[in-house]
């Protein structure tokens, strides 16, 4: 089981980023994949979720209007892009796969069992 988190990098306040994660070893068709983010001294917080076969999508407040997360059938895999972006959105983020189909439950860290090893985003001037 493989969850390939990447596309952090460093950006200014303002800028623009895209996240990609990639699933395998497992059957994605039955689990939603998340993405979370964890600063240093900070714990783990839910950013966004999308559902691999309803493709409902679900938001933390913090990046309501500035995220959109979606699935590529084609490329098998999920796109996080993030806008806006600012100092504070500076964190580690991590890609997992868990079951559920509401925002209470895929915005809990515990419902996800498979992570993948994370990709740095810098936001700074």
């Known amino acids: 089981v493989q969850l390939q988190a990447s596309g952090g990098g460093l950006v200014q306040p303002g800028g623009s980023l895209r996240l990609s994660c990639v699933p395998s070893g497992f059957r994605v068709y039955y689990y939603a994949i998340g993405w979370f983010r964890e600063a240093p001294g900070k714990e783990r917080e839910f950013v966004a979720a999308?559902?691999?076969?309803?493709?409902?999508?679900f938001y933390a407040d913090s990046m309501m209007g500035r995220a959109t997360i979606s699935r590529d059938y084609n490329q098998y895999k999920v796109i996080l892009q993030m806008n806006s972006l600012k100092p504070e959105d500076t964190a580690l983020y991590y890609c997992?796969?868990?079951?559920?189909?509401?925002?209470?439950?895929?915005?809990?860290?515990?419902?996800?069992?498979?992570w993948g090893q994370g990709t740095q985003v810098t936001v700074s001037s």
């Open positions: 999308i559902t691999w076969y309803g493709g409902d999508t």
């Open positions: 997992a796969a868990g079951i559920g189909s509401s925002r209470t439950s895929l915005r809990a860290a515990t419902r996800y069992d498979y």
